[in-house]
């Protein structure tokens, strides 16, 4: 199952146009910049990709958006600080993705 694959999203904000969309394969120790699909507009979701070579391994998938005014999508902690532990209403935080050696892919919290 291991190979060339394509990791592939929608990001969003609610405040202006998305300028950049990183993405990291290892629980967010390193990023690389995922290609934007336009149209680019304002306030609008906006489709990104980026290509992945997976060695077979467990990995932690995470995607995390800037928009035109420099706002960083926030981790879960972070958004835990700032917000109620148990408050979901507008949740924004990076969503982690955890692709198992044998390849399932669920959603996880890091």
Do not use: C
Not at 31 to 42: E, N, R, S, Y
Request: no cysteine; aromatic share 12%; charged share 20%.
């Amino acid at each position: 199952m291991h190979g060339y694959y394509e990791i592939a999203g929608l990001a969003w904000s609610g405040l202006g146009r998305i300028t950049r969309v990183a993405v990291s394969a290892d629980g967010g120790l390193s990023w690389a910049d995922a290609h934007l699909h336009g149209p680019v507009l304002d306030k609008a979701l906006t489709r990104f990709s980026i290509p992945w070579q997976w060695d077979g391994r467990s990995s932690v998938l995470l995607s995390r958006a800037t928009d035109e005014f420099g706002r960083v999508q926030p981790t879960r902690a972070h958004w835990k600080r700032r917000y109620a532990d148990h408050s979901f209403n507008h949740y924004n935080a990076q969503q982690a993705w955890r692709v198992a050696r044998d390849g399932r892919v669920e959603n996880v919290y890091v």
